[in-house]
Structure formats: structure tokens, C-alpha cells
């Protein structure tokens, strides 16, 4: 089992960067693919990036590739999410997530339905 702790989150205004960490304690992050997803108010969860274990293959929704990257860093047992150019639509509570599964597509490790454990979540707000 592994606890997720997200943090980084806040409010900034469109164009400025945010950097989000995923701490998890418990058994080694390094033991699941990683994913960060993310809710706005009255709309459904979004996937937003995975990254395999070892980190050398990322992934990401359409609408975040060339602005957002994810990494890892398991020896310190943390992901992050580095986010460039935020925009007002950017604004959501993100959530990191661990998936003990072995996926066959990138688009399926695109599905929550696959991922184990998650976070509280942090907010960020984008402001126009």
C-alpha cells in the first residue's frame, strides 16, 4: 500500500507556472506507474499525464502537451508535475495517483478506474 501526499498547488495568474510534487510513503512509488488527474467544479475527473515506472515513457491529454511535464524521482519516492503557461480552463484540483497494473497502451493507463491509490488533491486556481 502507498500513501499519496500532493502539494504545490495555488492561485496565479494565466501564463505563470506552477510546480506540483506527489510525495508517497509506504511501499516504493517506483512500483507503479504514476498518474496526475484533475476535477474541476461540476465536471467529471480528467486525466492529465502518467508516467511508466522508470520514467522513461510520460504520456498526456491534448490539451497539456508542450505546456506540462511529469516526472519522477523514485530514489525520493516523489512525482511531480511541472505546469508552464497556465490558463483560466487549467484551473482544477489535481490529484496524483499510484496503479499497481501493467498497461499494454498508454491509453489505458489513461483510465482512473485503473489506478489504486490517490491523493487529497490540491487546488489550482488560474485567474484570467
Known amino acids: 500500500q502507498v500513501q499519496l501526499v500532493e502539494s504545490g498547488g495555488g492561485l496565479v495568474q494565466a501564463g505563470d507556472s506552477l510546480r506540483l510534487s506527489c510525495a508517497a510513503s509506504?511501499?516504493?512509488?517506483?512500483?507503479?506507474?504514476m498518474g496526475w488527474f484533475r476535477q474541476a467544479p461540476g465536471k467529471e475527473r480528467e486525466f492529465v499525464a502518467h508516467i511508466s515506472r522508470n520514467g522513461g515513457s510520460t504520456y498526456y491529454t491534448d490539451s497539456v502537451k508542450d505546456r506540462f511535464t511529469i516526472s519522477r524521482d523514485n530514489a525520493k519516492n516523489t512525482v511531480f508535475l511541472q505546469m508552464n503557461s497556465l490558463k483560466p480552463e487549467d484551473t482544477a484540483v489535481y490529484s496524483c495517483?499510484?496503479?499497481?497494473?501493467?498497461?499494454?497502451?498508454?491509453?489505458?493507463?489513461?483510465?482512473?478506474?485503473?489506478?489504486?491509490?490517490w491523493g487529497q488533491g490540491t487546488q489550482v486556481t488560474v485567474s484570467s
Open positions: 509506504g511501499r516504493t512509488v517506483g512500483s507503479y506507474v
Open positions: 495517483a499510484a496503479s499497481p497494473r501493467y498497461f499494454s497502451s498508454a491509453n489505458g493507463a489513461s483510465d482512473p478506474k485503473y489506478y489504486t491509490y
